[in-house]
């Protein structure tokens, strides 16, 4: 059984930074891409960033340049290191695992394991 849990939002003005981290367990976990997604309200979901197990990675074209994915397998966690923040970042993030060796990706239908978010709030 996979469990996601993240931690580190909260609020900001924009410019700021912010770090979320991801806690993940279970089997095999260390060899599955996984990702950051983020929703608002009236927003579907977003992918943001993920990272292969090699620590290749993807962003979406909002975010490049301002947010860094990273992983750490000795400590189980997923990180998205958040600068440069803007209004427009404000939503729920969410961390997420493939449910196996899939390429790397920002679609959340190829995600099937999911963390129960943290809110990011970014004022002007």
């Known amino acids: 059984q996979v469990e996601l849990v993240e931690s580190g939002g909260g609020s900001v003005q924009a410019g700021g930074s912010l770090r979320l981290s991801c806690k993940f367990s279970g089997y095999r976990y260390w060899l599955y891409p996984m990702g950051w997604f983020r929703q608002s309200p009236g927003k579907g979901r977003e992918g943001v960033a993920s990272?292969?197990?090699?620590?290749?990675?993807r962003y979406a074209d909002s975010v490049k340049g301002r947010f860094t994915v990273s992983k750490d397998n000795n400590a189980n966690t997923l990180y998205l290191q958040m600068n440069s923040l803007k209004p427009e970042d404000t939503g729920m993030y969410y961390c997420?695992?493939?449910?196996?060796?899939?390429?790397?990706?920002?679609?959340?239908?190829?995600?099937?394991?999911w963390g129960q978010g943290t809110q990011v709030t970014v004022s002007s």
């Open positions: 990272i292969a197990n090699n620590g290749d990675t």
């Open positions: 997420a695992m493939t449910t196996g060796l899939v390429p790397l990706t920002l679609e959340s239908s190829r995600f099937g394991y």
